[in-house]
């Protein structure tokens, strides 16, 4: 039987949405966490943490701590703006999607050595260093070889980033990046960005995974660098969006979001009853301007 830990994760303090969540996910997952940032309050089930935002893959190492010995199988890992597709639930999870009981799922990866400046994090990527005064990491970090083997193992790449990507696009990106730009197109260890707002792992993978992520948060790696490189570097085997049943909702334009929201009278419940059947999730859903 499959023990499933519903992690939701708050990129900000908004206390007013964990009643909400629990509403909408009542009755689907027996076993809800809300991952909040410096909460004071007397919820049982909401676990504090302390991080910036920008690092919230030390959220996630923080949490595990109070949840690595409660016995759970999996862990389903959720943005608090992301409603997740009102037919899956914690026994069917698996079914829904097509996701194996062993697999760990990412909906996608970005590759810095394809997207260059095109992405707005590569530079972030190509400026960290593992080795940083004050945080260790070198010993909690598989060596340069080992992670090396793992990117190859998921055909990640691992060369030196084209010069021709790193040209900035206009004179205004030129002035502000060239202040930033580092010395070497190769990265200081093996790093692959990723959307991480949903993300499902079983416990097997969990505890190195976490350990990766805390490594990666306290020497300042952005999160969306930081978690899908922690779960290349543990994972025996990862799935996207292409791999599985059910597609992205992700929604990044700002008239896209309004228009989607406008289309259901911002009431979560007439999304739910109106679903779009291929999706996954929708993200973003500010539930602060949407009713149950």
């Not at 909401?46 to 949840?67: C, D, R, W």
């Not at 890992?77 to 899956?88: F, K, L, N, S, T």
């Not at 400046?117 to 990527?125: K, P, R, V």
């Not at 290349?232 to 969006?241: D, E, G, R, S, Y």
Request: with cysteine.
């Amino acid at each position: 039987m499959n023990k499933v830990a519903l992690l939701i994760v708050y990129n900000h303090r908004y206390d007013k949405n964990i009643p909400v969540l629990e509403k909408i996910y009542a009755g689907r997952f027996s076993h809800i966490f809300h991952i909040v940032p410096f909460y004071d309050g007397s919820r049982e089930n909401v676990i504090p943490v302390y991080e910036s935002s920008y690092y919230f893959s030390g959220y996630l190492a923080q949490a595990y701590v109070h949840l690595k010995d409660k016995g759970f199988t999996h862990f389903f890992i959720v943005a608090d703006d992301m409603v997740i597709h009102p037919g899956i639930h914690q026994e069917n999870l698996w079914e829904k999607t097509g996701i194996g009981l062993e697999e760990c799922y990412l909906p996608r990866f970005v590759y810095m050595q394809e997207r260059g400046l095109s992405w707005d994090h590569t530079m972030a990527g190509m400026k960290y260093k593992v080795k940083q005064i004050g945080a260790e990491i070198s010993n909690i970090l598989p060596p340069r070889e080992t992670a090396e083997e793992c990117f190859r193992k998921f055909h990640l790449p691992l060369g030196e980033i084209d010069w021709r990507l790193l040209i900035p696009r206009s004179w205004k990106e030129l002035s502000f990046e060239i202040r930033r730009y580092p010395f070497s197109r190769r990265l200081d260890y093996p790093l692959v960005g990723g959307y991480c707002d949903i993300l499902l792992l079983p416990a097997s993978e969990m505890q190195p995974f976490c350990a990766f992520c805390g490594a990666f948060s306290a020497t300042k790696l952005f999160v969306e660098i930081a978690i899908p490189t922690a779960m290349a570097l543990c994972a025996k085997n990862i799935v996207t969006q292409n791999e599985i049943r059910l597609k992205n909702g992700d929604i990044w334009e700002k008239d896209e979001i309004e228009d989607f929201a406008q289309r259901y009278h911002y009431s979560v419940s007439e999304l739910e009853k109106n679903w779009p059947e291929d999706k996954l999730f929708i993200h973003p859903v500010k539930l602060s301007k949407w009713k149950l």
